[in-house]
């Protein structure tokens, strides 16, 4: 069985997917942004944008059922590399002792204020 989630709290996603996707054990949260309270792009303090970003997907994740402590995989996009020091202090700080496995690659974003970018895979079951 196969369910789609959209987090009541967050607007209608401006390109065609799903929030979070449950699939048996697993819930795959797709790409989350920085955003502010209404919606928009966050732009300010890198460390704040990732923490924006984390809040995003742990919004996604409760919506689908999970929590935090059940993602297995992390898929970060980072638009410089100069980025990778500030985010893994923020991931750090969130993730703890025991992070779970990770890809940060350097990527270049279609909207030119996004400078990360997170999915996850929780695993439920």
Known sequence: MVERFHPESFPAPAV??????????????????ATDEDGNIFVGDFA??????????ETVL?????????????????????????????YRRRFGAAPPARTTVVVS???PDVRVEIEVIAYVG
């Open 62 to 90: 409760a919506a689908a059922g999970a929590r935090p402590d059940q993602i297995v995989k992390v898929g970060a996009f980072l638009s410089n590399a100069t980025l990778f020091a500030p985010f893994n202090e923020v």
């Open 16 to 33: 065609p997917l799903s929030h979070a996707t449950r699939a048996g054990d697993f819930v795959f949260v797709s790409g989350q942004v």
């Open 48 to 57: 704040r944008e990732v923490e924006s970003v984390l809040d995003n997907v």
């Open 109 to 111: 974003f279609g909207h």
